[in-house]
């Protein structure tokens, strides 16, 4: 199985108002991130920070109306497709968020590997254009990979695999089992990409079609 992190813990000080809840197309940051992970996780832990109850709250009373107007049969039918029984989210609080990303990613892995998963996918809030489809893809190519060792030895390969469009790398990452349990243990890196960098024996890169992975719309 995998399971998805959402990291959502940043402030939005340009706008007034939390960055998860910043709307694009209608829809929230945080809602369209997990919408988009449930393409290719079991569940979805989203780490909160800034106004932690106040986007909390917000996603909520969203994901609420969306379940009243029956906008997610469709995620629960592609969700049922790898597995999954339900659209699950569960929220995790990063009281340090100013801390930085890989504070919040820490909680996030820490959280995720409560589930035992095979792989984790990786994806700030801010990417929120990143496709459904693209995390299908992302979570396939992640299970092929894994599914080439035998037994116990998936379970130590400890590999990264990360998307790239016309050159350029993006988001969500996605880790293996093993490399996000020395992420958690690594406090030592910099940053997200330097923990990567760390522990990772093997950086994988695919090549999507999909703009949105590199689409960051950080407004803080």
Same mark, same amino acid.
């Given at each position: 199985?995998?399971?998805?992190?959402?990291?959502?813990?940043?402030?939005?000080?340009?706008?007034?108002?939390?960055?998860?809840?910043?709307?694009?197309?209608?829809?929230?940051?945080?809602?369209?991130?997990?919408?988009?992970?449930?393409?290719?996780?079991?569940?979805? $832990?989203?780490?909160?920070?800034?106004?932690?109850?106040?986007?909390?709250?917000?996603?909520?009373?969203?994901?609420?109306?969306?379940?009243?107007?029956?906008?997610?049969?469709?995620?629960?039918?592609a969700a049922q497709k790898?597995?999954?029984?339900?659209?699950?989210?569960?929220?995790?609080?990063?009281?340090?968020?100013?801390?930085?990303?890989?504070?919040? +990613?820490?909680?996030?892995?820490?959280?995720?590997?409560?589930a035992r998963p095979d792989s984790v996918m $990786?994806?700030?809030?801010?990417?929120?254009?990143?496709?459904?489809?693209?995390?299908?893809?992302?979570?396939?190519?992640?299970?092929?990979?894994?599914?080439?060792?035998?037994?116990?030895?998936?379970?130590?390969?400890?590999?990264?695999?990360?998307?790239?469009?016309?050159?350029?790398?993006?988001?969500?990452?996605?880790?293996?089992?093993?490399?996000?349990? +020395?992420?958690?243990?690594?406090?030592?890196?910099?940053?997200?990409?330097?923990?990567?960098?760390?522990?990772?024996?093997?950086?994988?890169?695919?090549?999507?079609?999909? +703009?949105?992975?590199? +689409?960051?719309?950080?407004?803080?």
């Amino acid at each position: 199985m995998n399971v998805g992190v959402l990291l959502a813990a940043g402030a939005s000080s340009r706008m007034g108002s939390p960055k998860a809840l910043a709307k694009w197309k209608g829809q929230s940051f945080l809602v369209h991130g997990v919408r988009a992970l449930w393409a290719s996780c079991d569940v979805v $832990v989203a780490v909160l920070g800034s106004k932690a109850a106040d986007v909390r709250r917000g996603a909520e009373t969203e994901f609420g109306a969306l379940v009243e107007a029956g906008a997610l049969s469709g995620d629960l039918h592609a969700a049922q497709k790898h597995g999954a029984r339900s659209l699950e989210v569960r929220f995790e609080t990063n009281r340090a968020w100013s801390r930085g990303m890989l504070s919040s +990613a820490r909680i996030g892995l820490a959280a995720a590997m409560k589930a035992r998963p095979d792989s984790v996918m $990786v994806l700030p809030v801010d990417n929120p254009e990143v496709k459904g489809a693209t995390v299908g893809e992302l979570g396939a190519v992640m299970a092929q990979a894994l599914g080439s060792f035998k037994g116990e030895a998936s379970k130590q390969f400890s590999y990264a695999l990360v998307p790239r469009h016309k050159g350029r790398r993006g988001h969500p990452l996605v880790l293996s089992a093993a490399l996000a349990r +020395a992420i958690v243990r690594d406090d030592d890196a910099a940053d997200l990409g330097d923990a990567v960098r760390r522990n990772a024996r093997l950086v994988g890169y695919l090549d999507v079609k999909d +703009a949105g992975v590199l +689409a960051n719309r950080n407004t803080k």
